[in-house]
């Protein structure tokens, strides 16, 4: 069954560096995500991406955020000049179009921010 | 107004029992609730999900119930076996049909199901 694979498993950063996380959707899906889940808390939406666009983005989804597709099978979360409170897992989801499709998840890469 | 509340925040049953989780909601305009299961080390996976035309859904040993009027639903799991011990989130959103859509997830239940 093909699957979301996101790249690293887990990240260790310098506070104030700057990140790039890595996903690789479901080959035929439309509609990109980024989650984030602050260990302990639940799983918040932070921004949804289709047609090289943001749809959506979340309060949570600042300036010091950004998402890209760089090339036709990678999606791509950056996060400029980090904080401490960045710490968090960080999941991708994708969906198909045509209408309410379920978004699949990638396992997650754990951002550790020292 | 966007928040999913979810109880309990764990549960423990016994293997053969049923495992209820139940969620509440306030926006009306939700119309798309799924249910994901996650594993440690694991993203979710989306496990069942409904839409409030039904009253219940069923896969499996999995049910979901749908209350409209009351704003709540829940997830039983029949016969709960140790392979089902994992993390359950319950989710809303908003779709309208559209292909993008956010899901709002409750804070989640740890189910562990013991022999």
């Known amino acids: 069954e093909p699957e979301v694979t996101q790249t690293p498993s887990h990240q260790v950063t310098q506070m104030g560096q700057e990140v790039i996380l890595r996903c690789v959707p479901i080959?035929?899906?439309?509609?990109f995500y980024w989650y984030r889940q602050i260990l302990g808390q639940k799983v918040e939406f932070l921004v949804s991406?289709?047609?090289?666009?943001?749809?959506?983005k979340s309060e949570i989804f600042d300036d010091q955020f950004s998402v890209e597709r760089p090339d036709g099978s990678n999606f791509t979360l950056k996060i400029r000049s980090t904080k401490l409170e960045d710490s968090a897992m960080y999941f991708c989801?994708?969906?198909?179009?045509?209408?309410?499709?379920?978004?699949?998840f990638g396992d997650g890469t754990r951002l550790s921010i020292l | 107004q966007q928040q999913v509340k979810q109880s309990p925040q764990s549960l423990i049953v016994q293997k053969g029992g049923i495992s209820i989780i139940n969620c509440a909601y306030e926006?009306?305009?939700?119309?798309?609730f799924p249910w994901y299961q996650q594993f440690p080390g694991k993203g979710p996976a989306l496990l069942i999900a409904?839409?409030?035309?039904?009253s219940e859904k069923k896969e499996g040993r999995f049910t979901i119930s749908f209350n409209k009027s009351a704003k709540q639903f829940s997830l039983h799991i029949m016969d709960s076996q140790p392979g089902d011990s994992a993390t359950y989130f319950c989710?809303?959103?908003?779709?309208?049909?559209?292909?993008?859509?956010?899901?709002?997830f409750g804070k989640g239940t740890k189910l562990s199901v013991i022999p």
């Open positions: 989801a994708s969906n198909e179009g045509g209408g309410n499709q379920p978004q699949h």
């Open positions: 080959s035929n899906h439309l509609y």
């Open positions: 991406f289709y047609n090289n666009e943001i749809s959506e």
């Open positions: 926006n009306t305009a939700f119309d798309y």
């Open positions: 409904i839409r409030p035309d039904v």
């Open positions: 989710a809303a959103s908003i779709t309208r049909g559209a292909g993008s859509y956010q899901l709002t």
